[in-house]
């Protein structure tokens, strides 16, 4: 299985993006996918997870700023962020959770918040 992000790039503060996680192989589901951030220097944190119910969890830092959804269909993951901050910047790693398989991580795309 293959999880390719796209979407990341240099925005000002304030500014949006809109990052996507595509999902390809060989699989029968998908539970939870998310997006995790790491910044140079610190541990990779949860950013934000749904679950195949619908169910979705946010850092506290991104709450009513990011958005994250998800397409079953296209077994796709987005993070919409809004008014973004320079303390954003990081690169950002999907994670999707295959039924049977585990935990598979994206290849990560940078993001950077210019003030």
């Known amino acids: 299985v293959q999880l390719q992000a796209s979407g990341g790039g240099l925005v000002q503060a304030g500014g949006s993006l809109r990052l996507s996680c595509a999902a390809s192989?060989?699989?029968?589901?998908?539970?939870?996918m998310g997006w995790y951030r790491q910044a140079p220097r610190n541990q990779r944190d949860l950013v934000a997870e749904?679950?195949?119910?619908?169910?979705?969890v946010y850092a506290d830092s991104v709450k009513g700023r990011f958005i994250i959804s998800r397409d079953n269909a296209k077994n796709t993951v987005y993070l919409q962020m809004n008014s973004l901050k320079p303390e954003d910047s990081a690169v950002y790693y999907c994670?999707?959770?295959?039924w049977g398989l585990g935990d598979h991580w994206g290849q990560g795309t940078q993001v950077t918040v210019s003030s």
């Open positions: 994670k999707a959770n295959f």
């Open positions: 192989g060989s699989f029968s589901s998908i539970n939870h």
């Open positions: 749904v679950q195949s119910d619908g169910d979705i």
